[in-house]
């Protein structure tokens, strides 16, 4: 290959089969996702600001409900986790570019396709306050979802969305087992690939399952089969066991890159190595596996044998031991280190906190008498939007304003990142917390109206949204800014970075790595 | 390594990894029998499969009925209580003409159902029973049930339907009360009735009329 620049227009993108810009077209659309996903949000903390009725209709309550829960799981946090791994993974481990890149090219824009199909039935009939979208909840349990109109629209999108997400996995595997420049042997990968290269084992473990599961919807609804049909011998209670065994590894899916992504930002800022390098590539690993034998956690209350109920329980809450492994070794690497604190490192340390706070309250949900008293109430809307939200998206934004001058070659403004930072981490708080406290209270999830002896807190958790929506508009304006101007960035950024991503110039080159680079 | 070899190595790879992907495909399908065989097997979700598929064996629940009822245990009784719904979609009247019965372990017992179509067309029907506590599953033995074929029924048709049963002597001592559910579904409509509706308020208004 020569030096050749991209090309120019509308057909770079199309047709591009370079990592960095399908990378960033993959942030790019997880990033509208966002919008679009919390512009809905909007819509649910709005009616759920004062009891009663006010703003939408219940159904059109419970298709917001769902198409958020959807659009931030498929729509941004998975291809912003994709989009991560395209630009990351071949700078990182010292590879040209992708092992597959026409099928990287296909892995990503079959995504709108996909996105369409899944919004279009909202449109449909005509008349959007109607509610013709899905209004099942983003879990889809049958006998319910069975009788949704439009079911195939859905259950065509979600096929596309897995063969995406396979597509986009064995393309990394593949890049990863078979790229790496000579000397990088897997116990040197940072830390960010290794949880890639689980996640995407993950994902073409269980995107197939989610597949099988929307299959027999599908002939059950339209071929007269009865999986999940009682009236013919089947059983609904099987559809949540076939889409929990997905369900528990894909939340996993969500959050292992993130993990990787503050396994690289703490060691920087805290100006030490990241402490226990290889108990963390096990703890991943265990976390990954166990994944597979807890699923029916999310399912205490259908009515299980007591042993069941006694296996799963045990099982859920050994996952925490892998995972404290985890928050003590990001810890372990922050003591006695040089710390400051920029935009990215402060994103970093709020996911370790915030995100412990989801993984306690997963515990308490873990444990299967007092799950019988959380389930379906707040208190589990609280516990995943702590470890999604102050999770995975925070761990994701920090990652964005780590990368983002090696990306583009601009420092971003620091006093508006820090800004954003603040904003957001205050507002998210005053968003979720009292969730915890109208959950253990009683106050069911998915249904538009409350008891009044809620209505004080849900008043601020409604007030933290709209401040927490509103504040990642500026982290839009940031980024903008950042990609058209600003104070030049050093190759190395930060102030002794590790990782291939920092010795190459800023912005990085549309070719990078074209010979393997020397690892000592 | 030159790119030849790094496209075979790619390949050979890729043909692998989508090996797993379509045994996970047929995992998730594999996962229907295995679940309908632990429930079987252990007992456990107080369904009955065999009923719901159509594959019940009548001959063998008569011989098992029979069996239990040669050892009645007088100094036990137990009350089985019977609980009707019909599915969303099916315009029928169903209760149970007995809404609770105290039967003896090992004792046969009979008690009746009905059931009225209520709408303007031939509807094939199908009652799916289910226990509760699930563990008394393994000791209900049904002889004879309205729920192990079809129930056709005429425009406005109303029947009586027998159920004929013996509660297995070795049932576990702290089992007093067992709830019998009947849900009935309408066989041809799946689609949560809308279709029904629509065409209901007539042909309901001519059942009255009459
Ligand atoms: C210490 C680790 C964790 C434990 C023990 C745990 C446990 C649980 C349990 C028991 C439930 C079911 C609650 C109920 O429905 O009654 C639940 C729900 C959920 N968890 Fe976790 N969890 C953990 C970590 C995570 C992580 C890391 C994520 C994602 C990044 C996550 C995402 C979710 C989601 C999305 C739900 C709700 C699903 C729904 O819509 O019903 N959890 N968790
Ligand atoms: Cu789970």
Redesign the interface.
């Known amino acids: 290959m020569s030096e050749h620049g991209p090309e120019k227009g509308i057909k770079r993108w199309l047709f591009t089969t370079n990592h960095k810009d399908i990378g960033t077209l993959y942030l790019w659309f997880s990033f509208i996702m966002l919008l679009v996903g919390g512009a809905m949000a909007m819509v649910i903390r709005a009616e759920l600001m004062y009891p009663g009725m006010q703003v939408v209709n219940p159904n059109f309550f419970n298709m917001m409900t769902t198409m958020h829960g959807l659009i931030m799981v498929f729509g941004a946090i998975m291809p912003a986790t994709v989009g991560m791994a395209n630009w990351l993974i071949p700078m990182m481990i010292g590879a040209p570019d992708m092992?597959?890149p026409r099928m990287n090219n296909w892995s990503f824009w079959i995504l709108p396709f996909a996105a369409t199909m899944l919004v279009l039935p909202m449109f449909m009939g005509g008349d959007f306050l109607a509610g013709q979208g899905p209004a099942f909840g983003w879990t889809f349990y049958e006998p319910l979802s069975?009788?949704y109109?439009n079911l195939a629209f859905f259950i065509f999108a979600v096929h596309l969305l897995g063969i995406s997400s396979?597509m986009g996995?064995?393309n990394i595997?593949?890049t990863i087992?078979?790229?790496r420049a000579p000397g990088m042997t897997l116990m040197k990968m940072p830390m960010f690939v290794w949880t890639w290269l689980i996640t995407a084992f993950l994902l073409?473990?269980?995107?197939?399952?989610?597949?099988?599961?929307v299959t027999?919807m599908l002939t059950?609804?339209y071929f007269g089969t009865s999986?999940f049909?009682?009236?013919?011998?089947?059983?609904p209670?099987?559809f949540q066991?076939?889409f929990w065994?997905f369900g528990h590894p894909e939340v996993y899916i969500m959050i292992l890159p993130a993990f990787g992504i503050v396994s690289q930002i703490i060691p920087t800022f805290a100006r030490k190595k990241l402490f226990g390098y290889s108990s963390m590539v096990y703890a991943t690993a265990a976390i990954a596996f166990l994944s597979f034998i807890v699923w029916a956690h999310h399912m205490y209350t259908v009515?299980?044998?007591v042993a069941?109920e006694l296996y799963f329980m045990y099982a859920t809450v050994m996952i925490a031991v892998p995972t404290a492994v985890k928050v003590f070794n990001w810890t372990a690497t922050m003591w006695r280190g040089a710390m400051t604190f920029e935009t990215p490192m402060l994103w970093a340390v709020a996911f370790v906190f915030l995100f412990t706070i989801g993984g306690f309250t997963g515990l308490m949900l873990g444990v299967a008498p007092s799950d019988f008293q959380y389930h379906d109430t707040y208190f589990v809307v609280a516990h995943f939007h702590y470890v999604l939200v102050t999770g995975a998206l925070f761990a994701l934004i920090g990652g964005v304003y780590y990368w983002l001058p090696k990306w583009t070659g601009n420092m971003y403004d620091e006093k508006l990142g820090k800004l954003h930072f603040w904003l957001s981490v205050i507002s998210v708080n005053v968003l979720f917390f009292p969730q915890h406290f109208v959950g253990l209270a009683g106050m069911q999830r998915r249904v538009p109206d409350y008891a009044v002896q809620f209505a004080d807190w849900n008043f601020w958790s409604s007030i933290g949204g709209f401040v927490f929506g509103l504040s990642q508009l500026l982290f839009m304006y940031i980024v903008i800014k950042t990609i058209k101007g600003g104070e030049k960035a050093s190759d190395k950024v930060w102030d002794n970075p590790e990782g291939l991503e920092w010795t190459v110039p800023s912005p990085a080159p549309y070719h990078t790595f074209e010979t393997a680079p020397e690892i000592k | 390594m030159n790119n030849a070899d790094q496209n075979k190595i790619t390949r050979r790879l890729t043909g692998k990894l989508l090996l797993v992907v379509v045994g996970m495909f047929g995992f998730g399908f594999l996962l229907v029998p295995l679940y309908n065989v632990m429930c079987d097997v252990l007992g456990i979700n107080g369904r009955f499969i065999d009923i719901q598929s159509g594959q019940v064996d009548v001959a063998e629940q008569e011989r098992l009925g029979a069996q239990a009822s040669l050892q009645v245990d007088e100094s036990r009784e137990v009350r089985v209580q019977f609980l009707t719904q019909l599915n969303q979609n099916l315009n029928w009247e169903f209760r149970a003409l007995d809404n609770a019965v105290t039967v003896h372990p090992g004792q046969v017992m009979e008690v009746r159902f009905y059931a009225k179509n209520l709408t303007g067309r031939e509807v094939v029907g199908q009652a799916v029973p289910s226990i509760v506590p699930a563990k008394a599953f393994k000791y209900f033995t049904k002889m004879e049930c309205f729920c192990f074929s079809h129930q056709v029924l005429k425009p406005g048709e109303e029947v009586e339907m027998p159920l004929r049963f013996v509660v297995r002597p070795d049932l576990p001592e702290d089992i007093r009360t067992i709830s019998l559910a009947y849900t009935f579904f309408d066989t041809e409509n799946r689609d949560g009735g809308k279709q029904v509706r629509a065409e209901e308020p007539a042909a309901v208004l001519a059942q009255h009329a009459r």
């Open positions: 092992a597959m069975g009788q109109d396979i996995s064995i595997i593949a087992l078979n790229l073409i473990a269980v995107m197939p399952v989610l597949a099988g599961a027999m059950d609804k999986f049909d009682a009236a013919g011998g089947g059983d209670v099987l066991h076939v065994f009515g299980m044998p069941g």
